[in-house]
């Protein structure tokens, strides 16, 4: 058998900077720095498989998959899985994966290590039979040193163990599996480390800022001599600073730059610089290093909060889990970005990674996007002991928490999104020996590691206690940390001030809507969280739980994920999230939709009391009947016309949360809000009834695709009337096939009862919408996608790979 060298393997196209660098910055000289894609050709067995780390292991038979990969997205899901609600009813247990790949002869003084971006979750990995390590955190990113154990220019077997039985384990969705990428790094003897460079800015103004680099070099041999080489590049490639210095292996070695006139890293124009670090030896450059970064200045302050190169910015954030719907926990660099742009286009600006570090492309795009991000360690730590309380158990935590938590911060450390760390969430009740004595010495630790960034952590309190409990218990533990970190508290807000005028406060969970409550102390009607932001200028921000519906942390069977987002797991948005773009967007913005907890089927009620609101005029069983309408707008006023029928106008200051109500007689037709300002009009936004269900309509987000066996096409699948109008009650099961040099990796309706797989071929619609998501292959053509209903046309769409 015609054994494939690494490059065919990986392919050489696919070799990158080590991170991605700048927009103008070439990534470093593959003559001394590689680092590719180690993603493809994994031979995978479902189960346990004894001996699978031996390299004569007979695993031919074993299914053939590429990276990312998640078993448990795959099913099936079952109300009687270990995994439970908590898990989505997902199946875990354990699996294996082996990858054989040959490196050139010639390479053999070369350091060669092995980077896993993510294994969910106690991960073995062997090479050629010797045990390089064991892993239990899920969400940490790990590297290994191959070099003692390779076989240059001979057969080389990597094998991997994932231990995901031990359920329940977690309190949402976690999939199972080498889920994130895996990465091959090629370098010299004496090379930079890995993620060995620390860029900070402590100094800027307009006419300069001060750089300062760290880098740390390794050598594999004995200590060795080398020069440094450092140059600062701006957005376009430029060189702006450069300076020399001189170390010895396995000590780091400062250096100071001045940049001018330098272009700041802000939500508006996210600029990226870089760092390239160039090792010499005996005169020779041996290696080759890249490190983005951004000149930004951030501080929290007490009465301003959140200060972005010295001015205030409100976070306008959403908490996001790690799974993107379909495709579980093996979320495409694609799918990452789609979500974000969804984001970005409702005004979101703040990501809170819940509750664990990201994937790294996560906070790659949050830099090139302008969002900035709460990077956050745990969830629960260890702690009690009591079986009904699995969750705040963490069996690795009191062993592992300090090389996890160093491995995130030594990540991310250059990220400029990244304006907070976090060490934890909801881990017990603030004030109290269950969080303070932990909290302090992950804060403490944190500084000392990576003091350039504030640490927080988010606080939630238990129900039955009084105010000034409340208020002393919070003070107890913020003040272990930099920023106030509160979880659904934000009637504490100005109580919490009064008490300690210094407090720095985030919300870092939010609901959408409070209603009254025992815990909660605003009043009946539905109150929008974010006036508690705005009204505050000394709180930072909030982070609303959450954007987008995720799978696990559900209800019971068959639930299969939680429905408190803003947009749902296929990117729509729904009628609440119309709310937050008009709260979060300066530009005019109107949203019409029916309120009502008794219409039945739609868009489901959200789990954390936002109203039911159906964004479509199709109720002709309600005839004549009074129907209440909201439009949600942030202009002045919204007129109302149906059928041409005006309703009049009224002003949006005179409704709770800007949120117009109006109560119309149904009738079929056409229904329209218009926004005005100044009397002019601004925004429109309107709902029409359906006819008869008569075509499918495919919308792809992107025609053209890399032909590269990672880049993704959301295609979103509409059924329509004859004028192309939604029909939103008259769902049909769509069969898709597909042509050409692609795959379908996953189906999807938003409908987190339902119990079609997610990876297959069919999908029922919900409300008349559902998506498929498209991937393309390794090499290129035309991929062709076809939909079929019962009682419709067929409709396809055809997509580019080049």
């Known amino acids: 058998m015609h054994r494939r060298t690494f490059l065919e393997c990986a392919g050489a196209a696919l070799l990158l900077p080590s991170p991605a660098p700048a927009e103008g910055l070439s990534g470093p000289d593959p003559k001394f720095r590689s680092r590719a894609s180690f993603d493809f050709d994994w031979k995978f067995f479902r189960g346990d498989a004894p001996g699978a780390e031996r390299p004569g292991f007979p695993a031919a038979a074993w299914r053939d998959v590429h990276l990312p990969h998640d078993w448990s997205i795959e099913g099936p899901f079952s109300k009687d899985a270990a995994s439970g609600g908590s898990g989505g009813y997902s199946p875990c247990g354990v699996g294996w994966y082996r990858k054989e790949f040959e490196l050139p002869a010639a390479g053999r003084d070369r350091t060669v290590w092995i980077e896993f971006d993510g294994i969910y979750h106690n991960s073995d990995v062997w090479i050629n039979g010797a045990h390089l390590g064991r892993r239990p955190y899920g969400y940490v990113s790990f590297h290994y040193d191959l070099t003692p154990h390779l076989a240059f220019g001979a057969r080389n077997v990597l094998a991997v163990r994932v231990d995901n039985s031990d359920q329940p384990n977690c309190r949402w969705y976690s999939g199972s599996g080498i889920y994130r990428h895996v990465w091959l790094t090629r370098t010299a003897a004496v090379h930079v480390a890995h993620w060995g460079t620390s860029v900070t800015t402590p100094n800027i103004s307009a006419e300069a800022a001060e750089v300062r680099v760290r880098t740390l070099v390794r050598s594999r041999q004995a200590p060795a001599r080398f020069r440094l080489e450092t140059t600062i590049h701006d957005p376009y490639g430029r060189q702006v600073a450069a300076a020399p210095a001189a170390g010895t292996a396995d000590t780091d070695v400062a250096q100071v730059f001045t940049v001018p006139r330098p272009r700041l890293w802000s939500l508006e124009?996210?600029?990226?610089?870089?760092?390239?670090?160039?090792?010499?030896?005996?005169?020779?450059?041996?290696?080759?290093?890249?490190?983005?970064?951004?000149?930004?200045?951030v501080r929290f302050d007490h009465d301003k909060g959140f200060l972005l190169n010295g001015r205030a910015v409100k976070m306008k954030g959403v908490c996001l889990h790690h799974d993107a719907g379909a495709v579980g926990a093996a979320v495409p660099d694609r799918v990452l970005?789609?979500?974000?742009?969804?984001?970005?286009?409702?005004?979101c600006n703040a990501i809170r990674c819940s509750h664990n570090p990201p994937a790294p492309e996560l906070l790659d795009f949050c830099d090139r996007m302008g969002f900035v991000v709460i990077d956050e360690a745990f969830d629960k730590w260890a702690g009690q002991e009591d079986p009904r309380q699995w969750w705040m158990k963490s069996p690795s935590f009191p062993a592992w928490w300090q090389q996890d938590l160093r491995s995130m911060l030594e990540r991310d450390r250059n990220h400029p999104c990244v304006v907070l760390w976090s060490v934890g969430n909801e881990t017990g009740e603030?004030?109290?020996?269950?969080?303070?004595?932990?909290?302090?010495?992950?804060?403490?630790?944190?500084h000392r590691e990576e003091p350039a960034r504030r640490v927080t952590c988010a606080l939630i309190l238990p129900h039955g206690k009084t105010l000034e409990e409340r208020v002393s218990q919070v003070l107890s533990s913020s003040k272990l940390m930099d920023v106030a970190g509160l979880n659904y508290q934000e009637p504490l807000y100005p109580h919490l001030k009064k008490a300690d005028p210094n407090l720095v406060i985030v919300g870092t969970e939010a609901f959408k809507y409070w209603r009254n409550s025992e815990q909660l102390r605003h009043a009946f009607d539905p109150t929008n969280t974010w006036w508690d932001v705005l009204k505050h200028d000394y709180v930072a921000g909030q982070f609303l739980w959450t954007g987008i519906d995720y799978l696990g942390e559900t209800g019971a069977w068959p639930n299969r994920g939680s429905t408190s987002g803003i947009i749902d797991t296929c990117g729509f948005l729904?009628?609440?999230?119309?709310?937050?773009?008009?709260?979060?967007?300066?530009?005019?913005?109107?949203?019409?939709?029916?309120?009502?907890?008794s219409l039945g089927s739609g868009t489901p009620a959200s789990s954390w009391e936002a109203p039911k609101m159906l964004p479509h005029w199709n109720f002709r069983k309600c005839q004549g009947q009074l129907l209440r309408l909201q439009s949600q707008t942030n202009c002045e006023t919204v007129e109302l016309v149906l059928n041409g029928a005006s309703y009049g106008q009224r002003r949006s200051a005179d409704f709770l949360n800007r949120a117009v109500i109006w109560y119309v007689p149904y009738q079929p037709g056409r229904i329209e809000a218009l926004g005005r300002n100044g009397g002019r009009i601004v925004a429109r936004h309107e709902l029409r009834t359906a006819g008869p269900c008569a075509r499918i309509v495919l919308r792809p987000d992107r025609q053209t695709l890399a032909d590269d066996g990672r880049d993704v096409s959301h295609i979103q699948v509409q059924l329509t009337d004859g004028e192309g109008v939604l029909v939103p009650d008259d769902d049909r099961a769509v069969q898709f096939e597909l042509s050409g040099p692609g795959a379908i990796i996953g189906v999807d309706s938003?409908?987190?009862?339902?119990?079609?797989?997610?990876?297959?071929?069919?999908?029922?619609?919900?409300?008349?919408?559902?998506?498929?998501?498209?991937?393309?292959?390794?090499?290129?053509?035309?991929?062709?996608?076809?939909?079929?209903?019962?009682?419709?046309?067929?409709?396809?769409?055809?997509?580019?790979?080049?």
């Open 337 to 347: 970005e789609r979500r974000l742009e969804i984001l970005k286009s409702i005004g």
């Open 269 to 297: 124009d996210p600029a990226l610089y870089s760092a390239r670090s160039v090792v010499f030896v005996d005169g020779q450059p041996v290696d080759d290093y890249v490190t983005p970064f951004g000149i930004r200045e």
């Open 750 to 802: 938003g409908d987190l009862r339902s119990l079609e797989p997610y990876q297959g071929n069919l999908r029922t619609t919900r409300a008349g919408r559902c998506l498929v998501i498209v991937q393309s292959a390794r090499n290129p053509g035309a991929i062709r996608v076809t939909a079929t209903a019962a009682g419709l046309p067929p409709a396809s769409v055809t997509i580019q790979t080049t």
């Open 430 to 446: 603030p004030g109290t020996g269950e969080v303070n004595p932990t909290l302090k010495t992950l804060v403490d630790f944190v």
């Open 574 to 597: 729904k009628p609440e999230g119309w709310f937050q773009r008009s709260a979060w967007r300066a530009d005019p913005v109107v949203f019409l939709s029916v309120l009502d907890e």
